[in-house]
């Protein structure tokens, strides 16, 4: 059975969740005496509160975290998995185009971007 709650209640219930998420026995027999709920939806709507916390709390991370690594690969580049500013790759950069993709039998000619491409 699904319980539907009176802006009171909910109201009760927000600001005790706010001082405290995880009420005893005590806290949950008062909270039925001020709200007229039984203790068992108190204990359900607590349980049901603190899932949706934490999962508030994991959500922010996740995108505080996204939104680091977009600000870092912004000003970088990846490599091997890491970001890494440009500026921070060590050596010069090699000129490739006199190396040629050959089986090791052939003889070492440079090919042509279409004879790769072909291959």
Partial sequence: MRTSFKHHQLRTMKSYFALNQNPDAKDLKQLAQKTG???????????????????????????????????????????SGEIRPIDSMSGPLTDISGY????????SQPLTFSEMCSQ
């Fill in 37 to 79: 709920l039984s203790k068992r939806v108190l204990q359900v709507w607590f349980q049901n509160a603190r899932a949706k916390w934490r999962r508030n709390i994991l959500k922010q991370e996740h995108d505080r975290h996204v939104s680091d690594k977009i600000k870092d690969s912004s000003a970088g580049t990846i490599m």
């Fill in 100 to 107: 040629s993709m050959s089986s090791g039998d052939e003889a």
